[in-house]
């Protein structure tokens, strides 16, 4: 019971910074009131409405996670910035939302975890935090004024923290520039140019989308990557895209191919013997964990149990601490306050005291001589003992 009862309160005491973490990253604001010498110059608008941040895709915001939208004015002297901010539940829907609004137009900066601009408007996104900052005009020192307010943006607690794992998956030789998209809902997909419709992905089924645009010989190619929970469902899917779009004569090169629970689709102006080497060079590597019991964990570690009983003991320690010195304290302000009233007595108190000391009583002595007989000991009466039978 006792281990019971400490490894609770160790748990209390680990939880507890964890929750206080998460809602003080849902309560802090996004955008600060200051950042490189821009001063806010009007209230930040704050709404929890998709329709506010985006009235054309608010449904694409939903399906990355959004939870929130900020949007304040800057000024500095004459000059005027305006920045719009959309928090999501973690860093896969803003890092989906990023890749779904830049194009390939846009020039790679290097602002939060990664950004995008094109003259006046720039595009970056930190931990789940996505940013828009429209410019009056660019100078100079405006990439490093942008990465210092990527700096003041509040980073979301633990997982949410982790970026999506399958758009790794996209070869990087040959790959065009901003191009890449992360999808995570139909609404998105159907937004984008891609060879296979929402229908047929089934996002229902725990569908995730990554496609990228590369350079051929003949063109462009398009290289869509679908992941699914389990290569069960990633099989059947399979099926079904190809059911879909049957070889044709003349049409353009559609070739697919599954690696465990990926199906990777290659499409556009590229020749078949390039679009088999881009199919080639995806590859699922799943990552093999041992999970047999090694009795390392919490329940089994003498050394967690001491220090929950280390952590327990300080802990009473000083509670018993900051209640001496407060019991303390109450009777030093009580006697300065009120003098000889609470806790100390007055010198006219009398006290009511009993003689009952012997010999010096007379009394007891006078008992002691005429009732000798009296104070005599009792002594029980001796019985012989009765013969056996």
């Given at each position: 019971m006792k281990r019971i009862l400490t490894v609770l309160i160790v748990s209390l005491f680990a939880v507890l910074p964890a929750f206080a973490a998460e809602s003080k990253a849902k309560a802090a604001p996004l955008l600060p009131s200051s950042f490189a010498g821009w001063q806010e110059t009007q209230p930040v608008r704050t709404s929890t409405d998709p329709e506010t941040a985006d009235k054309v895709y608010a449904g694409v915001l939903k399906e990355y996670g959004f939870t929130g939208y900020e949007s304040a004015s800057y000024t500095r002297g004459e000059r005027k910035i305006t920045i719009n901010a959309i928090r999501f539940k973690d860093a896969s829907g803003a890092y989906g939302a990023f890749t779904f609004y830049k194009t390939p137009q846009m020039q790679v900066e290097k602002i939060g975890d990664q950004a995008a601009s094109d003259n006046q408007r720039v595009l970056f996104y930190r931990g789940n935090v996505l940013v828009e900052a429209v410019l009056d005009r660019v100078t100079p020192m405006s990439a490093a004024e942008l990465r210092e307010l990527a700096g003041d943006i509040p980073l979301p607690p633990g997982p949410a923290r982790n970026l999506p794992s399958l758009p790794l998956y996209l070869p990087r030789q040959a790959y065009l520039p901003n191009s890449a998209k992360?999808?995570?809902?139909?609404?998105?997909?159907?937004?984008?140019?891609?060879?296979?419709?929402?229908?047929?992905?089934?996002?229902?089924?725990?569908?995730?989308?990554?496609?990228?645009?590369?350079?051929?010989?003949?063109?462009?190619?398009?290289?869509?990557?679908?992941?699914?929970?389990?290569p069960q469902i990633a099989g059947d899917r399979l099926r079904a895209i190809d059911s879909a779009h049957p070889p044709q004569d003349g049409a353009p090169v559609f070739l697919t191919r599954r690696s465990g629970p990926l199906v990777a689709i290659v499409t556009g102006a590229v020749a078949p013997r390039e679009a088999k080497s881009l199919l080639a060079s995806v590859n699922y590597d799943p990552e093999v964990t041992w999970n047999q019991n090694t009795f390392l964990g919490k329940r089994d570690n003498m050394g967690g149990l001491l220090v929950g009983v280390v952590l327990l003991t300080g802990v009473i320690l000083g509670l018993a601490i900051v209640a001496g010195i407060a019991f303390g304290g109450i009777r030093i302000l009580a006697k300065r306050l009120f003098p000889d009233r609470v806790f100390d007595r007055a010198e006219d108190v009398e006290i009511i005291q009993l003689n009952l000391r012997w010999p010096d009583n007379p009394m007891i002595r006078w008992n002691l001589r005429e009732n000798k007989e009296e104070n005599r000991p009792l002594r029980a009466p001796v019985q012989e003992k009765p013969p056996y039978m």
């Open positions: 992360y999808v995570l809902g139909p609404l998105a997909l159907a937004g984008i140019d891609a060879p296979v419709s929402p229908q047929t992905v089934e996002f229902a089924r725990g569908a995730e989308v990554a496609l990228a645009q590369y350079n051929s010989g003949s063109g462009a190619a398009t290289l869509m990557l679908i992941s699914y929970p389990t």
